[in-house]
């Protein structure tokens, strides 16, 4: 190994957006990274003795690094606060109490949690969003550019870490006590709706805000302000799409999604009218079409606008998964734009997330999920092959947010795929109990990367960065580490399309592409075989498709780590 590349092991709780997105960084520049998942004290020093690393960076810890392992390496700690914060519930807080800046720190791991001395720390400015929001977008960013300068401090050999000093003014941060869910009860008599939206987005993600509807407990996530609908404070007055909507004191609030709180037995989130069932007497739906123009603030996860000759259809479905009944929406949606009068069509996703394929969550939760499974895939399906089969428009993906499994899979079905910068894909199936996978990967894949490099995506199950994303032909290109400027290059590349003197040919070669590629194995034959192979997943005698779905629903941790992340216990 070359002395100014690393070995890195990182000791993470889960492999997660961060960890992925640091893998890929670290990685391009040349570092060796292996991965261990936090799982026991003993099984870290394992992990450290087998790879015996450089450096080791946790990007994602609920636990504290071993002594043994932080009085003999040094190892950085990834924290979601500014200098100073130290605690478990750093950007909670910040969000509840209304901070304008927010940061992340890395420092050394030591005896005292988040205490180490601090080799980088980065800011920014914060917006009233879901926590989960800011993690995947201001914290991830602030995140590389620390462990970036951290990592290039260290490889110096020379730098010297600052000590915590809580007199130095430019220290602002605090040791905070852990949130409770009675620091974010919501009273609805009291609390308005910048309040209610508050204590809502700071548990997004995870825990959520325990609250009481139609009469039970429930952990509530996924929320919007609605500018248009009024009630009696904490009633429920309206469902739209699978959420629920409640007055507040001076307006009303969407919710998305609720985790029902169960004594002992586990539960997981689910659309909230899903999770309230029957027990939702009287609460009209109130449609919002997607083509209907609306100023205000309300909750719409499918919404199209026209610019120019340019189409864009929103779609922003929480985490990215995508039901079957929202495939059937988008379906329509997607339809309805081809018959407007525009010549590009461009999908963009979520802000947060471009798309995660199939629900999981809404599988679990069904009568058969086998069944259910079907019914989504073929939703999805269909989906897509009306993407595939447009001959009236260009069509362009615009990933915003990250992309995993068949969502990869989707924006490949536009002509032209671009990702912010920072996007992360995970083209492959796999890691769902061996799932096979449809939505037309076979003809999708390889006619971008390359049979043997659509194989290797699929079998290595490693996240892979834009960039490389790029290099490998899987999209046309990537831009912009900030949404802005990703979108307003989106808007300048779709523009130019729909303008271009070579619009008519390139409609021409499109539908003439599409010919052959027919003529030479038709779509419905990629289907029929990919659902084959489904078939047996959902209904065959070996249950990994429905065990990971469980593992995966129920947040069960793993037991250990998977080999194709810990190259240090492979046996080469
Ligand atoms: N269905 C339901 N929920 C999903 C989902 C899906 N297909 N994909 C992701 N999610 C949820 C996660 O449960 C998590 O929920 P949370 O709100 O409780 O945190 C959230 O989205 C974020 O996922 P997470 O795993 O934390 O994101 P990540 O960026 O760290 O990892 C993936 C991204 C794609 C690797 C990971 O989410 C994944 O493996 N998803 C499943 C993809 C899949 O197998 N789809 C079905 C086949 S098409």
């Not at 914060?126 to 800011?134: D, E, G, I, Q």
């Not at 009696?232 to 909507?245: L, S, Y």
């Not at 032209?416 to 799932?435: S, T």
């Amino acid at each position: 190994m070359s002395i100014h590349t690393l070995k890195i092991l990182f000791i993470t709780h889960s492999f997660n957006s961060l960890a992925q997105r640091l893998y890929i960084e670290l990685a391009q520049r040349g570092h060796e990274v292996s991965i261990e998942l936090d799982i026991n004290d003993a099984v870290t020093a394992q992990a450290v003795e087998l790879y015996r690393p450089d450096l080791i960076v946790a990007p994602f810890l609920k636990r504290i690094i071993p002594e043994a392992i932080w009085r003999n390496h040094t190892c950085f700690v990834v924290h979601p606060g500014i200098v100073g914060d130290r605690g478990p519930s750093a950007l909670d807080w910040a969000i509840m109490r209304d901070c304008a800046e927010w940061g992340v720190t890395v420092l050394q791991a030591s005896g005292e949690m988040d205490a180490g001395d601090i080799w980088a720390a980065e800011t920014f400015p914060m917006r009233l969003a879901k926590k989960s929001s800011l993690y995947r977008n201001e914290v991830i960013e602030a995140a590389v550019r620390a462990v970036l300068a951290a990592v290039e401090r260290f490889q110096s050999g020379n730098f010297k870490p600052q000590p915590l000093d809580y007199s130095r003014p430019e220290v602002r941060g605090r040791l905070h006590a852990p949130i409770k869910q009675i620091d974010r009860a919501i009273d609805w008599q009291r609390d308005d709706t910048r309040a209610v939206l508050k204590k809502i987005h700071a548990a997004d993600g995870f825990p959520g805000v325990l609250d009481m509807l139609c009469g039970e407990p429930y952990y509530l996530f996924d929320t919007c302000a609605e500018d248009a609908l009024r009630g009696e404070p904490g009633a429920i007055i309206a469902t739209r799409n699978g959420a629920i909507c409640r007055a507040t004191l001076d307006g009303a609030v969407w919710i998305g999604h609720l985790k029902r709180k169960t004594e002992g037995e586990p539960a997981f989130k689910l659309p909230a009218t899903l999770a309230l069932g029957k027990q939702l007497a009287d609460a009209p739906e109130i449609p919002l079409d997607p083509f209907t123009d609306c100023a205000g603030e309300t909750y719409r996860d499918i919404r199209f606008e026209q610019k120019n000759n340019v189409g864009y259809l929103h779609f922003a479905f929480y985490n990215g998964a995508m039901s079957t009944e929202q495939c059937e929406r988008l379906r329509e949606a997607y339809v309805a734009a081809t018959q407007r009068d525009v010549r590009v069509i461009v999908l963009m996703g979520g802000a947060d997330f471009w798309s995660n394929g199939i629900h999981l969550n809404c599988i679990e939760a069904a009568a058969s999920p086998a069944d259910e499974s079907w019914r989504n895939i073929n939703a999805m399906n269909d989906l897509m092959r009306a993407i595939i089969t447009t001959g009236s428009q260009l069509t362009v993906a615009a990933l915003q947010g990250n992309a995993g499994a068949g969502g990869v899979f989707l924006s490949l079905a536009a002509d032209h795929v671009y990702a912010r910068a920072g996007v992360v894909f995970n083209p492959h199936y796999k890691g769902m109990g061996n799932l096979y996978g449809s939505e037309y990967w076979t003809y999708l894949l390889p006619r971008r990367a390359g049979e043997a490099r659509a194989a290797a995506l699929t079998q290595n199950r490693l996240p892979v960065g834009a960039a490389q994303a790029r290099q490998m032909g899987l999209i046309d290109g990537c831009f912009g580490t900030g949404r802005e400027n990703f979108l307003a290059r989106i808007e300048q590349i779709a523009e130019g399309l729909a303008a271009s003197p070579d619009y008519p040919a390139l409609l021409r070669d499109k539908t003439a592409r599409r010919e052959r590629d027919e003529q030479e194995k038709p779509l419905e034959a990629y289907r029929a075989e990919e659902l084959q192979h489904m078939k047996l997943n959902f209904y065959g005698f070996d249950p990994s498709y429905h065990v990971a779905r469980y593992n995966f629903v129920y947040k069960i941790p793993h037991a250990w780590t998977p080999l194709y992340l810990a190259r240090h216990r492979r046996i080469t």
